[in-house]
Each structure stands twice: as structure tokens, then as C-alpha cells.
């Protein structure tokens, strides 16, 4: 599956973005799709996750009550509605798609970089103070 991540920008602190992620090829709607994002200097961290139907999100702590992921299958995309943005969430954006496990711990399992083997390119999101 190929994943095309879009919407990053520049953005004061306080305000919003949505972060989009397009797949194609592959049945999309059997992956877990996650989003990470890589701030300069840092390792590349956990944002959030959501299951192959919806059914299960999970959050980095950094972002729970700010950033909700979501999904619509028939469209094959992911968005990343990013809400009360704060310098410390300047990093570029990546979305990953991993082969759904419901049977494994899901959210230790899918908050980490090890079930994710298709990555997108990656989009900016600077947020100024």
C-alpha cells in the first residue's frame, strides 16, 4: 500500500490543522493506520492510531484531548484534526499503515514504530509561538 500524508503548514500556537493520509493499492481497510511525527534533533514518536473499522483509537499522552485521528474506508483516507497546537508539536508528520492483529495488546502493540511496514513521505507542521 502506498500512503501520500498532506495538510501540514504553519500555524500559531492555538490553532488547528488537519492532517490528511491517502493510501492506495492493498485493501486499505484491513490495516491499522497510525500517524508519527519526528521533531528535529528527536526520535520519531507515537501520535495516534485507529483500528481497521474505527472501532479502537489510541493516543500519545502529548495529544490526547487534542488531536482525534479518524478514517473513512470508502475514500481510503485518514485525517488528523489537530486542535490547541503548541510549539512543541512542530515536527514532520508521517502516516504508517500496519497489518491489523486484533488478537495482540492493541494499543501497546500498534503505539509503537515495530508494526508499521509501509510509511508516507512525511508532511511539515510548524507551529509558532
Known amino acids: 500500500v502506498q500512503l501520500q500524508a498532506c495538510g501540514g503548514g504553519l500555524v500559531q500556537a492555538g490553532g488547528s490543522l488537519r492532517l490528511s493520509c491517502a493510501a492506495s493499492g492493498g485493501t486499505f481497510s484491513s490495516y491499522v493506520i497510525g500517524w508519527f511525527r519526528q521533531a528535529p534533533g528527536k526520535e520519531r514518536e507515537f501520535v495516534a492510531a485507529i483500528s481497521w473499522n474505527a472501532g479502537r483509537t489510541y493516543y500519545a499522552d502529548s495529544v490526547m484531548g487534542r488531536f482525534t485521528i479518524s478514517r473513512d474506508n470508502g475514500k481510503n483516507t485518514v485525517d488528523l484534526q489537530m486542535n490547541s497546537l503548541e510549539p512543541e508539536d512542530t515536527a514532520v508528520y508521517y502516516c504508517?499503515?500496519?497489518?491489523?492483529?486484533?488478537?495482540?495488546?492493541?494499543?501497546?502493540?500498534?503505539?509503537?514504530?515495530?508494526?508499521?511496514?509501509?510509511w508516507g513521505q512525511g508532511t511539515l507542521v510548524t507551529v509558532s509561538s
Open positions: 504508517a499503515a500496519g497489518v491489523s492483529r486484533p488478537w495482540l495488546p492493541w494499543a501497546s502493540y500498534y503505539g509503537t514504530k515495530t508494526p508499521y511496514n509501509y
